[in-house]
């Protein structure tokens, strides 16, 4: 039969717009913050991240905001290209380097 | 590119053989991590090691797995026996102090 799996949040965007992609994270403690890009069968590749003494970071193309306050943190990808379809994630740093990542977000780029 | 190496591409074998998947981290990177990714469960820590020595291995089922670093340049990661519940996507990341971790395009493991 079907197997069930994880209902990955989708955000569909055309292409040339801008995406905003959202995370909420757990832990008041986490210092570090990153966002990584998987695409099909590859494993996740760094974009960009931010550490908790900061609240916006500006890379090529990607933004990432952190709002410490209501503990969340978003990546803003501007004019988006086919290229930028894939499954994105957020994680946190909560200690000694480990990582807890997010669900991830599918994001899909319409022609 | 220096990029985080891992084999087998793929694995396909049937439930009660050992697994064994291979990682060779980016050179000068001292810390490593295996991941293993599920549709039901997403990504999910295992075990990492800092200059080898194994810092922490919670995430991983003691009965069955076993992470080891033999050297600087290779780490394994064994599944004995193998259950069709191990299917999945295992990753290895490399990272060097508070740089972000680096990852490999994983093994993908199915376990008949």
């Known amino acids: 039969g079907e197997s069930v799996g994880l209902h990955l949040p989708t955000l569909s965007v055309q292409e040339g717009d801008n995406s905003i992609i959202n995370c909420a994270y757990s832990n008041s403690a986490s210092d570090y913050f990153i966002w990584y890009k998987q695409e099909s069968g590859k494993g996740p590749q760094f974009i960009i991240d931010i550490r908790s003494n900061m609240d916006k970071r500006q890379g090529q193309r990607v933004t990432v905001l952190l709002n410490k306050t209501v503990k969340h943190l978003s990546l803003q990808i501007a004019a988006t290209q086919p290229g930028d379809s894939a499954v994105y994630f957020c994680a946190e740093n909560q200690g000694a380097q480990k990582l807890v990542f997010g669900q991830g977000t599918r994001l899909t780029i319409n022609p | 590119d220096a990029r985080v190496t891992q084999t087998p591409r793929d694995k396909v074998t049937e439930m009660g053989q050992e697994v064994t998947m291979r990682c060779q981290p980016i050179?000068?990177?001292?810390?490593v991590f295996w991941y293993r990714q599920t549709m039901m469960q997403g990504l999910e820590l295992l075990a990492y090691?800092?200059?080898?020595?194994?810092?922490?291995d919670s995430g991983m089922p003691k009965d069955r797995f076993s992470a080891e670093m033999p050297d600087a340049t290779l780490a394994t990661l064994k599944i004995q026996p193998s259950e069709p519940r191990d299917s999945a996507v295992y990753f290895c990341?490399?990272?060097?102090?508070?740089?972000?971790?680096?990852f490999g395009d994983g093994t993908r493991l199915s376990i008949l």
């Open positions: 990341a490399s990272g060097l102090g508070n740089q972000p971790q680096h």
């Open positions: 050179l000068g990177h001292n810390t």
């Open positions: 090691f800092r200059n080898r020595a194994p810092l922490d």
